[in-house]
């Protein structure tokens, strides 16, 4: 596996993105934005979920925060490895990044899962069954921002 981190590393892209400063930050710059993308359209959902503002509709709600956090999860999803690629070896290594991953999997499952049982919209979905899903993502999508902070301060 370290041969394969280390092949990564020595890509021309991760080269690239090590030796210059503008595009590195554009990269992060663009994978802080989905993230913000991500965070902030899930945790109003999930809040929506829970029985927060009873006033709006659950599928207005839905409708339009739904297509906000999965764009911000493509987006995290196609910047975050070109991230990794410049220190693969080093950030392999790292636990917080393996328990952000398992937080982005389980997430991104329990959302396709609950759409899959219920529909896009959650229109049939059990009030319970809501709730269960809104903590569960709430815990998945914190827990991988908090993680992902967390990777740069884990060789300290």
Known sequence: ???????LEGTALAQTLRGSRWLY???NAAHIFAIALLI????PLNLRL???WRGISREAVVRVLAPVAASGLILALLTGPLLFSVRAQEYSGVGFLQLKLTFIALG???ALAACRA???LLA???PARLAGHAILSTVCWLGALVCGRL???AGD
């Open 1 to 7: 596996m370290e041969a394969l981190f280390a092949a």
């Open 25 to 27: 930050a554009a990269v």
């Open 40 to 43: 902030g359209s899930v945790v």
């Open 50 to 52: 829970l029985g927060v």
């Open 108 to 110: 991104a499952l329990s």
């Open 118 to 120: 219920h529909g896009f």
């Open 124 to 126: 049939d979905a059990p």
């Open 151 to 153: 990777i740069a301060f």
